[in-house]
């Protein structure tokens, strides 16, 4: 046993449970090995000669089976996690999970999409951008709005046909727009092909047929921008996932974003996404105002 306590071992022990070919039995002896390791290492400071590579990869096998949800390097020793995903652990507070009105409003995200993104906590600050907005004058817009996951939660939750408000989804309905991608974005290889969006508008079209006042613009952001006939906007969900349209539509509604208005950006804080945060906060300063990080990744900003 005295051979295991290596930070060798750990490698080993990692590869196994990544790619776990036994019966349930032998990735439970695998995990209680892995314990049994690091506790070794630890009592006998070799814990610090892991490499960083091998202590993620700790994790991340230990995520994967499952384990960090009882046992986080975030946690203290005997606190759960309440939050574990979209690259957010968190112990706090998170009781919006089982509120009814969120779980339904997520579910009918889900339905829009197809799929779930487990982006939770992200919906949680969209829906709570919506009802802040709906207590002001103003029209919704989104940019960037694919099959509908935010905006249709967003709508369940507001109960969008008993507000007599109007909601403007723009988007190409098919991905990017390579004319309307940066250099720098191109550099770490950002094209109209990234993300892998296919051709969604009847898709999208179907999707948002139960709710009223609804328009959807489609074409490519910044030339469909004079399409959308509002002259106040409360609410401006952006999210395209590279800076040019994002920054135009930004430069484009400031003048119409009533007092109080929110704005959200997707993606603001996401890795390999540092070019539209940093374009976004250049937009921002130029207007005297600064953009809020959001752990869950996004930035908000409420204008003055
Ligand atoms: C991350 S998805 C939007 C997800 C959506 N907000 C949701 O909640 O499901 C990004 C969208 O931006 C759109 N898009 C990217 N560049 C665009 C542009 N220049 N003009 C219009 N839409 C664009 C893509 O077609 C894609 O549907």
């Not at 339904?104 to 906590?121: Q, T």
Request: glycine share 8%.
């Amino acid at each position: 046993m005295a051979q295991e306590l290596t930070p060798a071992a750990a490698d080993t022990i990692v590869v196994s449970l990544l790619n776990p070919s036994g019966a349930p039995a032998g990735a439970a002896h695998l995990v209680a090995k892995l314990d049994h390791l690091v506790h070794g290492l630890r009592v006998s400071g070799h814990l610090s000669e892991l490499s960083a590579d091998q202590v993620k990869n700790i994790i991340w096998a230990l995520h994967d089976a499952g384990h960090l949800r009882s046992a986080s390097p975030v946690a203290p020793e005997g606190v759960s996690p309440t939050y574990d995903q979209d690259g957010l652990i968190s112990i706090h507070n998170a009781d919006f999970l089982e509120e009814p009105r969120f779980v339904a409003a997520y579910a009918r995200g889900i339905a829009a999409a197809g799929c779930d993104y487990n982006f939770r906590w992200r919906v949680h600050v969209g829906l709570w951008a919506a009802s802040h907005a709906s207590k002001l004058a103003g029209d919704f817009v989104e940019c960037g709005v694919n099959r509908g996951f935010m905006s249709s939660a967003m709508m369940q939750y507001l109960d969008w046909n008993q507000l007599s408000r109007r909601f403007f989804l723009l988007d190409t309905f098919r991905g990017l727009d390579e004319r309307f991608i940066a250099d720098e974005e191109k550099a770490i290889g950002r094209s109209a092909a990234s993300f892998g969006y296919a051709e969604c508008f009847e898709e999208a079209r179907k999707n948002f047929a139960e709710f009223h006042n609804v328009f959807l613009i489609r074409g490519p952001i910044p030339l469909t921008l004079p399409d959308v006939d509002s002259e106040q906007v409360c609410y401006l969900h952006l999210d395209m996932n590279c800076a040019p349209p994002e920054v135009a539509a930004l430069e484009y509604f400031w003048e119409k974003l009533v007092p109080g208005a929110v704005v959200l950006l997707d993606d603001y804080g996401a890795p390999g996404h540092g070019f539209q945060k940093t374009s976004m906060d250049r937009v921002a300063r130029e207007r005297g105002q600064q953009i809020l990080t959001l752990p869950t990744c996004q930035g908000l900003l409420i204008k003055e």
